[in-house]
């Protein structure tokens, strides 16, 4: 049973602040790493691996700092983004390359049960460059738990996998976190996260906006103030109706847009309402569209409520 500890750790490059004074311990299990691009989730990852120091703050696993110690290294496994791979190599070698690195008693067979494990046997002699991307996802994953490691990190490991890669190294990762191995992976996919991970931790702009059971935390995403664009055949008419209900909690007549700028603060009684009160006072809707249904709004507001 592995804890990583990250300590008040911020991590800057020149006058870029990729991560910003977080704090957070993953224990085992799975755990989900959710934010948007540039969220400073590989930074994160990278000094969890020990492959980047922090430039200020401490990373620990079982409370020995990670950067420069071997010992660390022989518990960690990193599945990378990027695509560093040794082209001209198979993807046996590949394997094979890495469990030699780690001076394993039996590199071969090491080699050979690592990617039994991601199901890439038929393929393992075809040189790297005639891999899909899914592949290569798994042979870069058989290459990280070669010498297997009590901590598995994962950046983005879904991106490029089609449907059925994915559920098996969701099922993978499942029975990885069952074992009481500590897994964290990246992804900047909510129903991603969502399928795979019941603890979560938010980054957002470098910074931790959240941390805990998937569920609250969607809510509170679920439960913020929603903004919508309407356009109708009586925007006045259809405004007077809406605010009489305690689900609305802002209208604005919007001159350039021809259109109503409402805020819902609840979510599932607004949506109800506007069509049953359309109805009721013969106006007809032309345009409900959610105004800030972006991700980053999303994620910006569950910094500003974790505050
Ligand atoms: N080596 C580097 N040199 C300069 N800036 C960097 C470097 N690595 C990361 N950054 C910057 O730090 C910030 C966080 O990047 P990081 O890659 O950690 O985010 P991310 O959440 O993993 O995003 P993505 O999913 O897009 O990779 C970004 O603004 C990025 O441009």
Redesign the pocket.
Known sequence: MTTISIDQVSRW??N?V??NDVSMTIGPGVTGLL??????????IHMMSGFLPPSSGSVTLDGVQVWKNQQAYRQIGLVP?REAMYDFLTGQEFVLANAELHGLPDPGAAAQRALATVEMEYAQDRKVTTYSKGMRQRVKMASALVHEPDVLLL??PFNGMDPRQRMHLMELLRRFGADGRTVLF?S?ILEEVEQLARHIEV?VA?RHAASGDFRKIRRLMTDRPHRYLVRSSDDRKLAAALIADPSTAGIELDWTEKALRIQAIDFYRFTELVPRVAKEAGIRLHTVSPADESLESVFSYLVTSAR
């Open positions: 490059f020149g870029v990729a991560v934010g948007p691009n540039g969220a400073g989730k590989s930074t994160l983004e950046d983005e990246s900047h980054v470098g």
